[in-house]
């Protein structure tokens, strides 16, 4: 079963970038569809990026279309959220999963990694 970590969080000025990594164990991570997910106390977990195992096809959220960017590598087994014009708003925990191929918004297990916090605040 694949292992996944995510890192790359931290505190950022409104309008600024983060990127965020996720990385995976084992040697068949080309072959999972990958998604990015976020919450916030008190709220569920929402769905904000994912990408298929070659990285060709992305969905994106509403919310943060034009301004997020999903890519993976997979020489080295990593997924990236490029974060751009961060709000307020995108202050959350974040995490990745694997999802289904045909619906990113979907993980394919409720499993979850410690996530990396991201707070956008001036």
């Known amino acids: 079963q694949v292992q996944l970590v995510e890192s790359g969080g931290g505190l950022v000025q409104p309008g600024g970038s983060l990127r965020l990594s996720c990385a995976a164990s084992?040697?068949?991570?080309?072959?999972?569809?990958m998604g990015w997910f976020r919450q916030t106390p008190g709220k569920e977990r929402e769905f904000v990026a994912g990408?298929?195992?070659?990285?060709?096809?992305?969905k994106y959220a509403e919310f943060v279309k034009g301004r997020f960017t999903v890519s993976r590598d997979n020489d080295k087994n990593t997924m990236f959220l490029q974060m751009n014009r961060l709000e307020p708003e995108d202050t959350a925990v974040y995490y990745c999963?694997?999802?289904?191929?045909?619906?990113?918004?979907?993980?394919?297990?409720?499993?979850w990694g410690q996530g990396t916090q991201v707070t956008v605040s001036s």
């Open positions: 999963n694997t999802v289904v191929s045909y619906d990113y918004a979907r993980p394919v297990r409720d499993y």
């Open positions: 990408c298929n195992g070659s990285g060709t096809s992305m």
């Open positions: 084992g040697r068949t991570f080309s072959s999972y569809a």
